[in-house]
């Protein structure tokens, strides 16, 4: 049973690599936004993201104004100890 399951894996993991193409588009946003400080777009999730600049924390959130609660509710309840 266990050999089963090794063999099971090792087969996902080489389709992962034959098809680990990268993407042109998903190569262009990355590199648009390789020098971005702050809230980034995360297309493909849909989702902003917001890596904290105090304890490089990553912060999700469905849109840009839970973001902007989540960072300011992160930073000063979390991060900075109540400033
Ligand atoms: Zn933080």
Known sequence: MLTDLVVVG???NMTLQIYDIPD???VF???KYANAKGAKYDFFSGEWDFN???CNEMLTAPN???LNKMRLYHTRSECLGGW
């Open 29 to 31: 946003v990355a590199n």
């Open 10 to 12: 090792y087969n996902i």
């Open 52 to 54: 904290c600049l105090c």
């Open 24 to 26: 042109p588009f998903q």
């Open 64 to 66: 840009k104004k839970t």
